[in-house]
């Protein structure tokens, strides 16, 4: 999953014309596939906000913030299952005990 992640991540760079020195694709997307279940949009920005790269200052004409918020929407749009807990509701119906013979 996480090749999938980063081809994505990787060719989204491309068609944009920003440049990756340092692999920062690979990085979110070991980011995304690893810790993304189970967090919220604002805890995940913020663990985005945690990885070191010099992606933004090769790329000053983006805005970090901004940013990281569209990768986020883009990832999640592609990636993001829904979670099967909460789409499956629990029957209130109890099972009845087999009748006696």
């Known amino acids: ?21 340092d692999q920062y694709g690979v990085a979110l ?4 596939d690893r810790q993304r279940h189970g967090k919220t949009i604002p805890e995940f920005l913020s663990a985005m906000r945690r990885v070191r790269t010099v992606f933004y200052k090769r790329n000053d004409q983006i805005e970090r913030e901004a940013f990281d918020r569209k990768m986020l929407t883009l990832l999640d749009s592609r990636f993001k299952k829904k979670d099967c807990s909460s789409s499956q509701r629990q029957s209130p119906q109890r099972l009845r005990p087999p009748a006696a013979a």
């Open 29 to 32: 997307a070991k980011l995304y």
């Open 1 to 21: 999953m996480i090749f999938e992640i980063q081809t994505y991540v990787e060719d989204y760079f491309n068609r944009r014309g920003l440049a990756d020195p």
